[in-house]
């Protein structure tokens, strides 16, 4: 074999040992962040606060019929929402995902929103979950609660919730 030869041949081995070095190391740095459950909206937890005493209702997340913000416990023209995501327990994310939510008045499509936060989600706790709270000021009238969860340029499904509120009679 000449020298020439000798030479193509070590460069050639050369090349194949760096591009499988190269792909390797972007396996094992890209997979470490890829292998990551993503960080999902899960569910809303949704109390009224009564404003005579400070307390607050059962979850009414989950009711469809007429919710009356009046009675016994009190007066209530706020809501506290909790809004639970998933994702890997005790993780952080080097790229955190984004919580997107906003309420709207069903009443009034382009009108002002109510809400509208937004929570980079850096870390999910050693149950799997994160919350995010916020409070809706809905003075006796329904809302709309909007949520999801940005990953990067992907935008997430949103969860959409309508809150039938009144004071009622």
């Not at 999910?124 to 994160?130: A, D, N, Q, T, Y």
Request: negative net charge.
């Amino acid at each position: 074999m000449s020298i020439i030869q000798t030479w193509a041949r070590a460069r050639d081995i050369f090349n194949v040992k760096t591009v499988s070095l190269a792909i390797l190391a972007a396996l094992a740095t890209g997979s470490a962040a890829s292998a990551l459950e993503p960080v999902k909206f899960d569910r809303a937890r949704a109390y009224l606060i009564w404003e005579d005493t400070g307390n607050l209702s059962k979850n009414i997340a989950r009711k469809k019929e007429q919710i009356i913000a009046n009675g016994e416990e009190g007066s209530s023209t706020q809501v506290l929402i909790d809004l639970v995501v998933s994702g890997e327990k005790n993780t952080v994310y080097p790229n955190p995902p984004m919580l997107i939510v906003y309420v709207t008045n069903p009443y009034e499509e382009h009108g002002p929103m109510m809400v509208d936060k937004g929570w980079s989600i850096s870390y999910v706790g050693l149950k799997g979950e994160s919350v995010r709270s916020i409070i809706v000021d809905h003075d006796c009238n329904p809302f709309v609660l909007h949520a999801r969860v940005d990953n990067g340029e992907t935008i997430g499904k949103e969860y959409e919730k309508t809150f039938n509120l009144t004071c009622g009679d």
